[in-house]
């Protein structure tokens, strides 16, 4: 809450939470932070680098190249489009949520100093991860759409449906890196459990491969992992795939659902997280 003092508006900070209408306002008040540090992020990301932002466009491209050399030309992964714009497309939407789930659980951590010389609503410090690796995900996406147009892939009517699930992406990441943030004050090892875990779950997901290859009866695995559904939804709105199988719904449901109860729970507990910073 806000008292004055003299001339001067003073902010009070007390054991009571917020509410949720306040916490907004407050949100709002301090928004052009969430620039500001994206910013800062971006630019010490790249700062001791010889390529500098040009890794934004070797690191996908090396890695597509490694892979499309791997599961075309060896295991010769049947594709309906050239394998490595279907593998590329995968990856667009896999990185961006890796990313924003390994850079986003660290950052309460990261910034803990900063948390105790100064007061900002705390929500601001995971959304500015969201800005931070979205130039990876817009140069990777720019990458696709010179991909396709060479290749001669026509983009159709379905490509306005790609915020969608741009929007459903940034919900997965968002909700372990919220999650990971809440518990991460005070178990401190989980930090290192995110990044073991995402790099297991990108071979349980569809990114390098098509579903259909998946044995019958298995399919389960894949209906569980809310990223399939996603990656799915980038191949249907890019590559004219067709639309993702209700099955795969009730993960991606329960992860937006988990990342506005994160998102609650990071609010009601902000004010201790400056205690065990």
């Known amino acids: 809450m806000y008292h004055n003092k003299g001339t001067k508006q003073v902010k009070v900070i007390t054991a009571q939470a917020p509410t949720i209408s306040e916490y907004w306002h407050e949100l709002l008040k301090y928004y052009s932070m969430i620039g500001v540090f994206a910013q800062q992020e971006i630019k010490s990301a790249y700062a001791q680098t010889y390529f500098g932002l040009l890794w934004s466009v ?4 090396i890695t597509v190249a490694i892979f499309t050399v791997i599961f075309n030309f060896f ?22 949520f890796a990313q924003l789930a390994n850079i986003g659980s660290n950052i309460m951590i990261e910034k803990q100093d900063l948390l105790k010389k100064m007061y900002f609503p705390k929500l601001i410090l995971p959304l500015s991860t969201v800005l931070v690796t979205g130039v990876d995900f817009l140069v990777s996406l720019a990458i696709l759409f010179i991909m396709m147009i060479l290749e ?3 983009l159709s009517i379905k ?5 969608f699930f741009i929007l459903l992406n940034i919900f997965c990441g968002l909700f372990v890196a919220l999650w990971m943030n809440v518990l991460n004050i005070r178990f401190r090892d ?5 990044p073991a875990i995402i790099g297991i779950a990108i071979w349980v997901s569809p990114v390098f491969y098509p579903t259909t290859i998946i044995p019958k009866g298995y399919e389960f695995f894949v209906y569980i992992n809310p990223m399939a559904g996603i990656i799915k939804g980038y191949r249907f709105a890019l590559l004219g795939e067709t639309f993702p199988v209700w099955q795969y719904w009730p993960a991606i449901v329960i992860v937006v659902i988990g990342a506005f109860l994160a998102t609650f729970m990071l609010i009601r507990n902000e004010d201790k997280m400056v205690d065990y910073a």
Do not use: C, D, H
Request: glycine residues 6%.
């Open 190 to 194: 989980l930090n290192q459990i995110v």
């Open 159 to 163: 490509i306005m449906s790609l915020p």
């Open 75 to 96: 295991l010769k992964v049947p594709t309906e489009q050239p394998y490595y714009i279907f593998a590329f497309t995968g990856m667009i939407a896999w990185n961006y």
């Open 58 to 61: 070797l690191r996908p491209l």
């Open 152 to 154: 001669g892939e026509i």
